[in-house]
C-alpha cells in the first residue's frame, strides 16, 4: 500500500463519517483538501461507485462502510 493509497482511503473513511452524519458535501469537500466540490464528487465516485449526493439519498444508516 502507498501512501497515496493511505491518504485516498483515510479520506474515504472520513467521507463517509460526515455524510453519514449529514454534514453539507461542499464542508466536507473543504476539510478534505479538496480545491472544489466536483474533485471531491470525482473522487468520491471512484471510492463508492456513486455520487455523495447519490450516497446521501440512499443511506439509511450512519454505519455506511458496506461501501468500502
Not at 463508492?48 to 468500502?68: H, W
Request: charged letters at 20%; glycine letters at 2%.
Amino acid at each position: 500500500m502507498t501512501f497515496q493509497d493511505l491518504v485516498a482511503a483515510t479520506r474515504y473513511d472520513l467521507a463517509i463519517e460526515q455524510l453519514s452524519r449529514r454534514v453539507p458535501i461542499t464542508q466536507i469537500a473543504i476539510a478534505l483538501g479538496y480545491s472544489e466540490v466536483s474533485a471531491f464528487s470525482r473522487a468520491f465516485r471512484q471510492w463508492a461507485g456513486q455520487s455523495p449526493r447519490n450516497f446521501l439519498a440512499t443511506s439509511k444508516t450512519p454505519a455506511a462502510a458496506a461501501f468500502r
